[in-house]
């Protein structure tokens, strides 16, 4: 069922803008960056747009090369877009970190995908996760940057006794990741960019991440932007989903329609590999898409649809045009040919 | 403030002083695989327990200073002289032990000159992109490219020789090397996630510098340091051997090996035992620093 | 007539440390038969890698083998002097690992690296053609395409899955009668690794060649083995056959494990509460009772034995073993 086109974030007007503004916390709107390498111009994310709302958790999806964590670290602030914008609350922050107000700094907040390295290891979590407090003056002294700290460990149940004045190096994956999530919350941000949070745990201690960044969701009112290559995971985290590759968002649907109604070769080729544990999500994967070929290179990209060389369905058109996102059903938006 | 909360206090500081002495125990278990390692700890300590107590245990202090004792010259070691007199007829014992304090005096200066610059400035530039950093690094880099020893020579051979002259001049070509090091391993932290996560959440440039880059940067400048001890001392004596450091009468264990090289082979430890003071030193502490770096290894 | 192709028995590894020696493997039993595929569940810390490297004898050195033995086709690997060992490690047995950009040297291309593995067991063929065309042949079954040019490349001029599917190839050039391949997908993008776990189960088949298949994610496994092993600190606690672990598993392990993981469907639960032990002082008895909804009494003081439950399910626990 196709209706009129459509972009993605439901404003074509300049009126919309103002009343999609409204009620999401992050638009983002022809995010385009290149990155000038000697082998040639990497096309990491090229004119994507979504929108993240209120107290929602957005996913992003793609597999390597996607660009999806270029975006999110993008709107972040550690890469200066090549053009477009980033709105946060209604503010256009489209400039490095070092440019940015310090009250955004405050406000927005990243959680990284390899526990390991995103804590220093020469520091005690004490002063890491003391850190955000300090500089951003919420705490006057030693005394209450301690009740400080223990708060935030406690929130990510992590008891303070045992773990103010460790160093990373003792402790494990699940514990530093939330320890890196405690520091993101510290500021009381309204909005956390988590890229691969889960990606380098097992999978028992992923539940138990999982399920505190829920629980921090609640109570402190967050949105979230995940970033992700596990769909069974996403599948539980994520209202909205878009699937992202070789820089271009082609599918966007809910977490229920994404899941139960893919239309995007691509997102079926996806859904197809994932590996399961029991044969009810077996049947529920999509059966006509098989995964091919190897991810093709940013730097070169393809021309018309980027999927195309690997897409068992493309026809001439997808290799001279690239498409335009169609809407099939409110709120289920697909860029494809067919 | 509350009983609860005094023992509290009371607990969690009896938690940090047991994860301080988990950390300490853990470097000497690296240190102390090495049963080299362990000579070096030795020769070290004991290196600068004799410089550090040369007035003290030096049978004969007075002859570091103008005195000569014609009549006693040359003597072969015996229990009153326990390395034999030289041509001035002073105890060569008190002399070495002397000369002990000051080769690790004149280490001592130079490094704690030379490390605080050349790390801030390797810091600066690793941290910093662009001009500065090319500016820092092109500049250490013709430091280097001068052969350590020609540019000291040729410093001290325009300026009066000294000891104070000769630091100097060992110093101004000591730098770089810190420089580069410290440069290296901060650029290479720089794209670290932690390094990130501290830009985003909005430290200051200062303490990402200081604060985040720098402690990681220690294990590789603190081995650094100890077997440049034994450099430093290489070349300083290099320096006073050919005349251009300490001067006479001044016990250095370099002047003191050159000052005994007309008299070999007949009176060979005027020489010799202050050389073997040189090579102790030295080794001590390069054996040391071998074990400095593995304790900062896995 | 299915012949017991590897066999370790309770086999108990240590690691020194400044703390002591730690006792990481507890007493694990496992058995491949000829033709048999297994595969080894457990997350990370828990032994699997050190178990694998106890058998080609990779170990560090500051580990320790503290008992055990493990036999290959009837031969104690343990007590194999030097010839025997890279026989063993040439011939018999192959490994895949989990990083292959970190399995292959960056500064060899490709050719000269697969001839090497050739040339080693096979000391007589030598000339350039032959190598050559034998290279190529191993490349095409791997499914690569374009053979010479990857032959001609470095290793980072490969993707991921192609660097995989080399290590892969350089695993299968001799004849082998048992492959193990440790989290050989773990790395790679999701529509890769389906396409490798294909490969492998192809060339399997192919080939009648053994596999212990390590993952420390369950669905890699289901679908390709016949039996599945789940291991934790350092013991395995049950085995089972695939389709039974996986629709009835009886350990509150692998319960726990199977319960944690999202479902595609939608749904899962709370993990497994606690950390891993410390294996410098393991807890006694059972050592997963500290984190065991269902641990009894006895389960701190004694280690449950392995027993057969109902032909091919095995489990090491006193829930099912009523003394």
Not at chain 1, 326 to 333: K, L
Not at chain 3, 122 to 145: D, F, G
Not at chain 3, 243 to 272: A, N, Q, V
Request: proline share 6%.
């Amino acid at each position: 069922m196709r209706e009129t086109t459509a972009s993605p974030v439901g404003f074509t007007t300049k009126s919309d803008d103002k009343m999609a503004e409204k009620e999401s916390i992050l638009v983002v709107k022809n995010l385009t960056k290149h990155f000038k390498t000697s082998f040639g111009t990497v096309h990491a994310v090229d004119n994507i747009e979504f929108d993240v709302r209120f107290g929602e958790t957005f996913g992003l999806v793609g597999e390597s090369g996607s660009g999806k964590t270029t975006t999110g670290y993008m709107i972040m602030g550690v890469y200066t877009p090549t053009s477009g914008r980033i709105v946060f609350k209604g503010q256009d922050i489209s400039v490095h970190v070092v440019k940015r107000p310090k009250s955004i700094k405050k406000d927005m907040s990243i959680v990284f995908q390899d526990p390991a390295s995103s804590l220093n290891p020469s520091k005690t979590i004490k002063e890491i996760v003391g850190l955000p407090l300090k500089v951003h003056g919420l705490v006057k002294d030693n005394v209450e940057l301690n009740k400080g700290v223990e708060e935030l460990l406690e929130a990510v149940e992590l008891p303070p006794e045992r773990f103010m004045d460790t160093l990373p190096g003792d402790l494990g994956g699940g514990e530093k990741q939330a320890v890196a999530i405690a520091r993101a919350i510290a500021t009381h941000p309204s909005f956390v960019v988590l890229d691969e949070p889960t990606s380098a745990l097992d999978v028992s201690v992923q539940a138990k991440v999982i399920k505190t960044l829920m629980k921090l969701q609640q109570e402190l009112k967050l949105s979230y932007l995940f970033i992700t290559h596990d769909l069974s995971l996403m599948r539980n985290v994520a209202s909205r989903v878009a699937i992202m590759y070789l820089g271009k968002i082609y599918e966007y649907a809910p977490a229920h329609l994404f899941f139960h109604n893919p239309v995007h070769p691509y997102t079926k080729m996806l859904l197809s590999s994932v590996p399961v544990l029991t044969d009810e999500e077996e049947t529920s994967k999509p059966r006509d898409v098989k995964s091919t070929g190897e991810v093709s290179s940013a730097i070169n990209p393809p021309p018309g649809c980027r999927f195309h060389p690997r897409c068992p369905f493309a026809t001439t058109i997808c290799k001279v045009k690239e498409p335009e996102f169609v809407m099939i059903e409110p709120e289920h938006y697909v860029a494809c040919h067919l | 403030m509350n009983k609860a909360r005094l023992l509290r206090i009371i607990r969690l500081s009896k938690i940090i002083q047991s994860r301080r002495l988990e950390f300490a125990k853990r470097m000497w278990y690296r240190f102390s695989r090495s049963k080299l390692s362990l000579v070096g700890l030795v020769m070290a300590i004991v290196s600068i327990l004799t410089a550090l107590l040369a007035p003290w245990i030096a049978p004969h202090p007075e002859d570091v200073t103008k005195i000569t004792h014609f009549e006693r010259k040359f003597q072969l070691p015996s229990l009153e002289y326990p390395l034999g007199t030289d041509d001035y007829g002073r105890d060569i014992f008190s002399r070495t032990i002397f000369g002990f304090q000051y080769s690790l005096m004149m280490a001592a200066v130079v490094l704690v000159l030379v490390v605080p610059v050349g790390v801030i400035l390797g810091l600066i530039a690793g941290t910093r992109k662009g001009l500065i950093e090319t500016v820092i690094m092109r500049v250490a880099d013709i430091f280097i490219a001068v052969p350590a020893l020609v540019l000291a020579l040729a410093i001290c051979s325009v300026l009066t020789p000294s000891v104070f002259n000769a630091m100097m001049a060992v110093s101004l070509m000591w730098w770089p090397w810190y420089t580069r090091l410290t440069y290296h391993i901060a650029s290479s932290l720089k794209n670290e996630y932690f390094v990130q996560a501290a830009e985003l959440i909005g430290a200051s440039s200062f303490h990402i510098m200081f604060r985040e880059i720098l402690p990681n940067c220690l294990g590789s400048i603190l081995t650094k340091v100890t077997l440049d001890v034994g450099w430093v001392i290489l070349i300083g004596s290099s320096l006073s051997f050919v005349g251009l450091g300490a001067q006479p009468p001044t016990p250095d264990l370099g002047t003191m090996v050159a000052g005994g090289g007309q008299y070999m082979p007949d009176f060979w430890w005027v020489s010799i035992f202050p050389a073997v003071a040189i090579a102790f030193i030295i080794m001590g502490f390069n054996l040391l620093g071998d074990g400095v770096r593995d304790m900062f290894t896995e | 007539m299915t012949e017991q192709l590897l066999e370790i028995k309770n086999l108990y590894v240590g690691y020194k440390t400044y703390r002591g020696t730690s006792k990481v493997l507890n007493g694990v039993h496992l058995s491949v038969n000829t033709g048999e595929k297994v595969g080894l569940i457990g997350e990370s810390g828990c032994g699997k890698t050190t178990t694998m490297k106890t058998i080609l004898r990779i170990l560090p050195a500051n580990a320790v083998i503290q008992n055990g033995e493990i036999y290959f086709r009837g031969k104690d690997i343990q007590r194999m002097g030097k010839n025997e060992l890279n026989e063993l490690r040439r011939t018999y047995i192959a490994m895949i690992f989990q990083d292959p950009t970190a399995a292959l040297n960056p500064v060899f291309k490709i050719e000269t690296q697969l001839a090497d593995v050739i040339k080693s067991s096979h000391a007589h063929e030598s000339r350039t053609e032959e190598l050559n065309a034998k290279c190529i042949r191993l490349l095409k079954e791997v499914a690569l395409p374009d053979p010479e040019r990857v032959l001609d490349s470095y290793p980072f001029q490969l993707s991921g899955g192609m660097r995989q599917r080399v290590c892969i190839a350089m695993a299968l050039a001799t004849p082998r009668y048992l492959l193990i391949a440790d989290e050989p997908t773990t790395n790679l993008d999701v529509t890769i690794q389906d396409q490798v776990l294909h490969l492998i189960k192809d060339i399997v088949e192919k080939r009648k060649l053994s596999v212990i298949l390590i993952s420390h994610a369950l669905g890699t496994v289901r679908g390709f083995v016949d039996k599945v092993c789940a291991m934790y600190a350092g013991e395995i606690f049950e085995v089972a056959e695939t389709e039974k672990l996986f629709s009835d598993p009886l350990h509150p392990y692998t319960k726990g494990l199977l319960e944690s993981t999202p479902r595609l469907t939608g749904g899962f639960s709370e993990g497994i509460g606690g950390r891993v032990p410390d294996y410098i002082n393991p807890p006694l008895g059972c050592r997963f009772h500290p984190r065991c909804n269902y641990s009894l009494s006895i389960c701190k003081k004694e280690k449950p034995p392995f027993i057969d439950i109902e032909g091919n399910h095995s489990v090491a626990c006193w829930l099912y073993n009523k003394k």
